[in-house]
């Protein structure tokens, strides 16, 4: 049997390699800084409601502050579920917060890298598949990712807790996402601006918190432009909301005035 070490890309098939994921039903459970008390054969769910745009000029990103132990006690009201992984590129995250400040240090250090042997920003596409990459070889018991960037043009990818990388237009993850899909299969139609994008995420989220137990409180909300990547905290829904639709419709009397 080859004992050399697979490359990252390549399939790990040694019975005894180190660092070969454990099997998911195996792994202990924690959902936004829970303890690894509940059974290995729980069913496993994610705290919170994070969602993804794409539009013609950039990316939008939101998400809840709630962090909660099994969404039946809340440990945090202003959880930040967005960070930057470079100066175009942002992720947002569900599930354990321990597995995602460690799964954001080490997607950073792999994306620097990449910078420092090729002389050149990796792609949104990139990171999104060294990402995949990480959460599939990792030992991240519970995490699911929606990842944003800007390069030639803008970009979403929903990331499975299996390690999965698909594309789409727009994306939703935690246990809200499926109240957060159906107000953007409601609203979101393609060829919009990250103006009208903004509001879209923002009553996403709030539309998904209303509901959810595990989402709620404050919001994040980062933009995503080929000038920018700014990351706005609000402390409660209705003020991300409103703040997200005063830029939009502050975009449009301009357009107008034009």
């Not at 030992?139 to 990818?157: K, N, S, T």
């Amino acid at each position: 049997m080859n004992s050399r070490p697979p490359t990252r890309f390549e399939p790990d098939d040694r019975a005894d390699a180190v660092g070969s994921p454990t099997p998911r039903e195996a792994r202990p459970y924690t959902n936004d800084g829970g303890i690894d008390s509940t059974p290995s054969d729980a069913i496993i769910k994610t705290g919170t409601t994070t969602v993804g745009l794409a539009g013609t000029d950039g990316a939008v990103l939101a998400a809840d502050a709630r962090a909660s132990l099994g969404g039946q006690f809340v440990t945090n009201k202003t959880a930040r579920k967005i960070d930057p992984v470079d100066d175009r590129t942002a992720v947002a995250f569900s599930g354990s917060v321990s597995d995602a400040q460690s799964f954001v240090r080490h997607l950073r250090a792999e994306l620097s890298q990449y910078d420092l042997e090729r002389d050149g920003r990796a792609s949104v596409e990139t990171a999104a598949t060294v990402a995949g990459d990480l959460v599939r070889r990792g030992p991240y018991r519970i995490l699911d990712l929606v990842l944003a960037g800007v390069d030639d043009e803008p970009a979403v990818y929903q990331i499975g807790g299996g390690g999965g990388v698909m594309r789409a237009p727009y994306a939703a993850s935690g246990s809200g996402m499926q109240l957060a899909y159906g107000a953007l299969e409601a609203a979101y139609e393609p060829g919009r601006s990250v103006a009208e994008l903004r509001p879209i995420a923002a009553r996403a989220v709030r539309s998904a918190a209303e509901r959810d137990t595990a989402s709620g409180d404050g919001m994040t909300i980062a933009t995503i432009t080929d000038d920018d990547l700014a990351i706005e905290r609000y402390d409660d829904l209705e003020g991300a909301v409103a703040a997200a639709e005063g830029g939009a419709a502050a975009t449009a009397e301009n357009e107008e005035a034009i």
